[in-house]
């Protein structure tokens, strides 16, 4: 799923990858290709190690990022600020509908 989900990424978009499997689509992400990624609790321009994103992983901080607070984060997705926003599911019935009442 993590690589299908990287067939909606392109070069240089601002992708918000949520909680689970969305944000395992870096790990296929071409070497060529360069995306500005966001994390719901509120950082853009990460990659693997050092910080805390809304997965509980520890991610980096790349030349240029930010660091906002969450609701900043979630107005810039309502807002249509983020080219792709990719979010995690806790659970999803057979009909397609989505289940998210807590964070993993």
Do not use: C
């Not at 993590?2 to 689970?20: F, I, M, P, S």
């Not at 520890?58 to 930010?66: N, Y």
């Not at 999803?92 to 993993?104: E, F, K, Q, R, T």
């Amino acid at each position: 799923m993590a690589q299908r989900t990287n067939k909606e990424l392109y070069d240089g978009a601002n992708v918000n990858l949520g909680v689970g499997i969305p944000v395992l689509a870096t790990n296929y992400l071409p070497e060529d290709m360069k995306v500005w990624v966001q994390s719901e609790n509120g950082i853009l321009g990460m990659r693997s190690m050092g910080i805390i994103n809304a997965g509980e992983e520890t991610v980096t901080l790349i030349p240029g990022a930010s660091a906002f607070d969450s609701s900043e984060s979630f107005g810039m997705i309502r807002g249509g600020h983020v080219d792709v926003s990719i979010f995690g599911a806790m659970e999803v019935s057979a009909n397609g509908d989505l289940v998210n009442y807590m964070i993993p």
